[in-house]
């Protein structure tokens, strides 16, 4: 089984994998279903509160002004998809920052952001915000990455922070994210392309693959290959392009650990795409070579050999459309201060179409307990009432009806 056989067989292929139209249609269905989740929310609390309905002719201090034949969902101004995604976008950034001062793997961190994505295309900023839920996702992706660290030192680390407020949406996060906890990174497969390209440098035999080859003919001929800037040169000494290599993949680890994390790649490519095309962006000619000497091998598929040289111009075709997406970020790593102005628009009018049954997420998260876990949070964004009236009325009968575990064993005479 090759490498793309096994990534078809991973959940994240299977669950978290979509097409660039699906995607944008998952988040709008997600944004649509939250606002009017929300304007049902602030009119249960309000009539709670007040007695009455929003379609009465009232006025309200906290919810605004008189209402009238039914204007309240024109008073609600909810966010948009555009500003939904804007702002999770931010606060991916936030939960990068947070890694680095608490000093995590760079693995940990990509897949603490990938987990705050995946959590936001089936539940909206408007039912639970991202300052919390970066707290969960970052903690759960301490232990998913094995690299677990006491929950009251985690908490200790980020100010104002309690052990119960980062886990009070760990549960929501796990469903959230549909019970997938595997998140498979480009960062490996770019360190095997970057000791392949050395071997090929130092004219030593590589991967099976390759051993058609003749390892000086590969030297010689990435000696002669273009700058990557595309201009030509005088030859190349081994050492010229050692640097060279070391180079490019220096730069494409940080791409990886900033512009890969924060666009959409990871939903619509494989992590070899992901860190080919980061190669791709940086120098071309060096990945053009790479691919050439890759391609034009055979490999024997179910006993049969298959000629992988048609494959060049469809990958790179893939490629470029990767390396595109990867040099446009929808959040910059450090955003303007244009850019900080509108997250700040954003985050005001965030607060006024809060779902405010969902705001303390900590008596939230001790009520699902007390009451048992929902079965539905992460799919449908929201809480199955009858589920935990269910429970609460078979608790309550087996507490009328004596010992749960029933009467004593009657002796035999």
């Known amino acids: 089984m090759n490498e793309d056989a096994i990534y078809r067989t991973s959940t994240q292929y299977k669950y978290w994998s979509f097409t660039p139209s699906s995607l944008a249609a998952l988040r709008a269905k997600t944004n649509i279903r939250a606002a009017k989740r929300v304007k049902e929310a602030i009119a249960r609390v309000h009539t709670t509160k007040t007695g009455t309905t929003l379609n009465d002719d009232t006025t309200d201090v906290e919810f605004g002004t008189p209402q009238k034949n039914g204007s309240a969902d024109k008073d609600i101004n909810c966010l948009t998809a555009e500003e939904e995604l804007k702002l999770v976008g931010y606060y991916c950034v936030k939960i990068m920052e947070l890694s680095e001062v608490m000093?995590?793997?760079t693995n940990v961190k990509a897949t603490a952001v990938q987990y705050l994505?995946?959590?936001y295309l089936r539940n909206s900023p408007m039912t639970f915000h991202p300052k919390a839920v970066l707290l969960s996702a970052?903690?759960?992706?301490t232990k998913t990455d094995n690299h677990y660290i006491p929950l009251k030192k985690f908490a200790a680390q980020i100010p104002k922070t309690t052990p119960e407020l980062v886990i009070a949406t760990e549960f929501i996060v796990t469903q959230g994210l549909l019970f997938t906890f595997d998140v498979r990174h480009p960062q490996r497969g770019l360190e095997g392309g970057f000791m392949e390209l050395l071997a090929i440098a130092s004219g030593q035999p590589i991967t099976p693959a390759l051993r058609e080859h003749d390892p000086q003919t590969l030297q010689r001929r990435l000696t002669l290959i273009a700058l990557p800037d595309g201009g030509i040169s005088a030859r190349q000494t081994t050492e010229d392009i050692k640097n060279r290599i070391r180079t490019v993949h220096g730069k494409a680890k940080d791409i990886l650990k900033t512009s890969a994390l924060l666009t959409d790649v990871y939903f619509h490519y494989?992590?070899?795409?992901?860190?080919?095309?980061?190669?791709?962006t940086i120098d071309k000619p060096l990945t053009t070579f790479y691919l050439e000497v890759k391609l034009s091998s055979s490999v024997v598929v179910n006993g049969k050999e298959r000629d992988l040289s048609p494959l060049h111009a469809k990958l790179t075709a893939t490629l470029e459309s990767c390396a595109k997406l990867l040099s446009s970020p929808t959040t910059p790593p450090q955003p303007s201060?244009?850019?900080?102005?509108?997250?700040?628009?954003?985050?005001?009018?965030?607060?006024?179409c809060m779902n405010p049954e969902k705001k303390d997420l900590v008596a939230l998260n001790r009520a699902q307990k007390r009451e048992g876990a929902s079965a539905g949070v992460g799919k449908d964004d929201d809480i199955d009432e009858k589920i935990i009236k269910k429970r609460r009325l078979e608790r309550e009968k087996l507490e009328r009806e004596g010992d749960v575990f029933g009467g004593d064993l009657v002796k035999g005479a």
Do not use: C, D
């Open 337 to 352: 201060e244009v850019e900080m102005a509108e997250l700040t628009r954003i985050g005001k009018k965030l607060y006024h």
């Open 270 to 280: 494989t992590p070899s795409q992901i860190w080919l095309a980061a190669l791709f």
């Open 103 to 105: 000093n995590v793997p």
């Open 138 to 141: 970052l903690y759960l992706a």
């Open 117 to 119: 994505k995946r959590f």
